[in-house]
């Protein structure tokens, strides 16, 4: 072949690849991003990890039913747990609930999972377990039980309204 028609090869094999899009994909290549692009070859840097968009500061209105109790206002702190593990995205909400406590928490894409909490509140054993949701506005609701460890429920389905703080 000589060099005159190997160059005309390689030109007419480049407007192929331009004319069948053989472009290479680009976008989130992590699988446990809320963006991942399963047609992305290479990682642009845009991925955005399910955790991240939960943490920060938060002013919250809490609500339990059929209490009677005046909804207060009051902040609440969704940080990185330390205990994180590679598999997990978790997290640990600080002054939780009505007693101010911290219980970690779970994140996939827009849902966060309390898992059951065996924690101590003012010295007495409580049981914890709840879920919550964020929207594409950051606001996020959370909806949680207590109980005490021979099963007698204290709170059932508390509301908690969370705005986040700029």
């Given amino acids: 072949m000589t060099l005159k028609a190997l160059g ?5 094999c480049a407007a192929g690849s331009v004319l069948n899009g053989c472009s290479e994909e680009v976008g989130c290549t992590n699988r446990r991003s809320d963006n991942y692009n399963p047609d ?5 840097g845009t991925c955005i990890n399910s955790r991240d968009k939960f943490l920060g500061v938060y002013n919250v209105l809490h609500i339990c039913w059929p209490d009677t109790m005046l909804p207060q206002p009051r902040f609440m702190t969704i940080a990185e747990d330390d205990l994180r593990v590679e598999e997990k995205d978790d997290v640990k909400i600080l002054n939780f609930g009505t ?3 911290s219980v970690r928490a779970l994140i996939s894409r827009q849902t966060l999972t309390i898992p ?12 914890f377990r709840g879920e919550g949701h964020i929207d594409d506005t950051g606001y996020l609701t959370i909806i949680y039980s207590t109980w005490l460890p021979n099963g007698q429920e204290v709170l059932k389905d508390c509301v908690i309204f969370c705005t986040p703080l700029d």
């Avoid at 059951?116 to 049981?127: A, W, Y």
């Fill in 8 to 12: 005309l090869g390689l030109l007419l």
């Fill in 40 to 44: 992305a070859v290479r990682d642009d």
């Fill in 99 to 101: 007693d101010s406590i």
């Fill in 116 to 127: 059951r909490q065996d924690l101590s509140v003012g010295g007495i054993p409580f049981t």
